[in-house]
Every structure is written in C-alpha cells, then in structure tokens.
C-alpha cells in the first residue's frame, strides 16, 4: 500500500514538473479592448440570430410549460384546501412576459 501511495506522488510530481516547464507566460501586447470590439462586431449578426431563434423560444417553451403545470397545481391544491396560492403562477408568468418581450429590447441595451 505504501509502496502504491508513493509510485502515485512521484507521478503527480512528475506531471506537474512537466506542466510547470512547458507553461509559456503570455503577456498582451496591443490593443486586447478593440480586438474584443472587433470580434464582437464580426459575429454580433450570427449571435443575434441564434439567441433569438433559438435561445428565447427554448426559455419561452420551458417558462410556459412550467406557468401552466404550476397553474394546474395551484387549482388542484385550492380544491384539495380551498385557497389559492398566487405566489408561483405569477412569477412564472411575469418571467415569461419578460422573456416574451424582451428580443425588442435587449439588443439595445447590449
């Protein structure tokens, strides 16, 4: 068992010998700010595309399957306890407005 623990440390320090000679320190030299810029001006157009036909309607699926399971739960328990908690159905509900809503306007604030 010993001889086992000891084969496994001198392994780890071997790799990390290894890792610590062939890391290279990179410094930026230049402009990294309009590289970034510049990147994001390049693909914006694909990124937008896929965020508002992909992405949003995924949430916008999940975020109505979920109001209406949680509506058809909130009704059972009122007629299992005769009160209808509002809490849940309307934060799902207030999410999904917002997600249904918000491809006209969060484009402009990116």
């Not at 010998?17 to 970034?36: K, R």
């Not at 007629?79 to 509900?93: D, S, V």
């Amino acid at each position: 068992m010993k001889k086992k623990s000891k084969k496994i440390l001198v392994t780890l320090m071997a790799a990390a010998l290894m890792f610590a000679v062939h890391a290279v320190p990179v410094f930026a030299s230049g402009d990294v700010a309009g590289a970034i810029e510049n990147t994001w001006t390049a693909a914006q157009a694909q990124i937008k595309t896929v965020v508002n036909n992909v992405v949003f309607p995924v949430v916008d699926m999940i975020l109505a399957i979920l109001f209406f399971v949680k509506l058809g739960t909130a009704y059972f328990d009122y007629r299992k306890h005769g009160q209808f908690e509002f809490t849940a159905p309307c934060i799902l509900f207030a999410c999904l407005i917002f997600t249904l809503t918000a491809p006209l306007y969060i484009w402009s604030i990116l």
